[in-house]
């Protein structure tokens, strides 16, 4: 059974500040993983894909690579803004059918 | 598009009653999940459905709980009768069978009372 694990739980960080926040599978058969975005009491945003054949994806200030080999991914958020504060969530698809599996998330708080 | 369009968004009712979420995919989008939500379990997978027919049940807590979806642009989840412990939030996404991104709706918040 996949497991998803994600490190920190919390994480607190002035403005500007460079942040990385980690994600570790069990299974590494994975067909792609999902960086999500969660706002308090709002749905999930899709922040990036990353295919199971591919190393990284960037989008703006977000950067999340992929080593399937080891079980683990990473989310790279650059020059930190308030706006960033939410929760994220990474999800594994270890089937053809997009059948998520979550890890718990990390809440981001970016202060002034 | 509108995005997966869920309804209600909040929805309170007293135990034993029946309740149903219900979720209009995106268009196009040939695969729909139902997931939860709580604070003790994270989001969990509860069904999904691949071209309007149930591929996996087995994240359903219970008998208690059912999903339909008769059309490609349409799906309910029914909980009934509705406990306490079924308080969550429930999220529906969709997507386009195989490599794609999963997009999810705003949720439905359920408090039983």
């Known amino acids: 059974k996949q497991e998803v694990t994600q490190i920190p739980a919390a994480l607190s960080v002035p403005e500007g500040e460079n942040l990385v926040l980690n994600c570790s599978f069990t299974d590494s058969a994975i067909y792609n993983l999902q960086w999500f975005r969660q706002d308090p009491g709002k749905g999930l945003t899709s922040l990036l894909l990353?295919?199971?054949?591919?190393r990284e994806q960037t989008s703006g200030r977000l950067n999340a690579s992929l080593d399937k080999s080891s079980g683990r991914s990473t989310l790279y958020i650059a020059a930190s803004q308030p706006g960033d504060s939410a929760t994220y969530l990474c999800a594994v698809n270890t089937g053809t059918a997009s059948k998520l599996t979550f890890g718990t998330g990390t809440r981001l708080q970016v202060t002034l | 598009d509108a995005g997966v369009i869920q309804s209600p968004r909040h929805e309170v009712t007293e135990m034993g009653q029946e309740v149903t979420l219900r979720c209009k995919p995106i268009?196009?989008?040939?695969?729909l999940f139902w997931y939860r939500q709580t604070m003790m379990r994270g989001l969990e997978l509860l069904i999904y459905?691949?071209?309007?027919?149930?591929?996996?049940d087995s994240g359903m807590p219970e008998d208690r709980f059912s999903a339909k979806m008769p059309n490609a642009s349409f799906s309910t989840l029914k909980i009934q009768p509705s406990e306490p412990r079924d308080s969550a939030v429930y999220f529906c996404?969709?997507?386009?069978?195989?490599?794609?991104?999963?997009?999810f709706g705003q949720g439905t918040r359920l408090t039983v009372v």
């Open positions: 268009s196009g989008h040939n695969s």
């Open positions: 996404a969709s997507s386009i069978k195989g490599r794609t991104e999963a997009f």
């Open positions: 990353i295919q199971s054949s591919q």
């Open positions: 459905f691949n071209n309007n027919v149930p591929i996996d």
